[in-house]
T-cell receptor, first 115, second 111 residues
């Protein structure tokens, strides 16, 4: 079956540093990838939609300069949390839209803790 | 806007059936998904149903869809303690590829 690999699964960083999270579709091409954020005990919230070769579309309230998204190929999208602060600590999940069957497949998530 | 609603908590005894309900508002939703999240882990896709189907069965899981009422349910037969988790319902459009998630239902299975 289709697999989406997300890396790292866990990261701890100091306040003010930047963290990059990768999302790869391992055995299929993904024209669109999505980035979600989950706060404790809450549902996933869509942050941005990433299309290969074009600028990401951010949801209302999400700072595009803080959450940099790059979708350089049909199998890789990255989310960079710039100048991270403790309030950015959260669980980040990516998903990839299978180009052929249009189903969505999710990565296993990245737990970010900013000290 | 688009919305997906779920009850927040369900408690059942081991061996009983569990039914988790979900309602959605976007009538253009073409895919409806159930995800499972175990503590500390990411989402696991359990099953999905196309909007032109009424029912889908996969081993212990049965999904029922009432498209008219925009109501989706997940039935887990012979619920086990390992089924304890948070279950998310999600409605998606094949046009946009976006998924809208519910708040998640915490399923507690008592021995």
């Amino acid at each position: 079956g289709a697999v989406v690999s997300q890396h790292p699964s866990w990261v701890i960083c100091k306040s003010g540093t930047s963290v990059k999270i990768e999302c790869r579709s391992l055995d299929f091409q993904a024209t669109t990838m999505f980035w979600y954020r989950q706060f404790p005990k809450q549902s996933l919230m869509l942050m941005a939609t990433s299309n290969e070769g074009s600028k990401a579309t951010y949801e209302q309230g999400v700072e595009k300069d803080k959450f940099l998204i790059n979708h350089a190929s049909l199998t890789l999208s990255t989310l960079t949390v710039t100048s991270a602060h403790p309030e950015d600590s959260s669980f980040y999940i990516c998903s990839a839209n299978h180009a052929t069957n249009e189903k969505l497949f999710f990565g296993s998530g990245t737990q970010l803790s900013v000290l | 806007g688009e919305d997906v609603e779920q009850s927040l908590f369900l408690s059942v005894r081991e061996g009983d059936s569990s039914v988790i309900n979900c309602t959605y508002t976007d009538s253009s939703s073409t895919y409806l998904y159930w995800y499972k999240q175990e503590p500390g882990a990411g989402l696991q896709l359990l099953t999905y149903i196309f909007s032109n189907m009424d029912m889908k069965q996969d081993q212990r899981l049965t999904v029922l869809l009432n498209k008219k009422d925009k109501h989706l349910s997940l039935r887990i037969a012979d619920t086990q303690t390992g089924d304890s988790a948070i279950y998310f319902c999600a409605a998606g459009s094949s046009n946009t590829g976006k998924l809208i998630f519910g708040q998640g239902t915490t399923l507690q299975v008592k021995p």
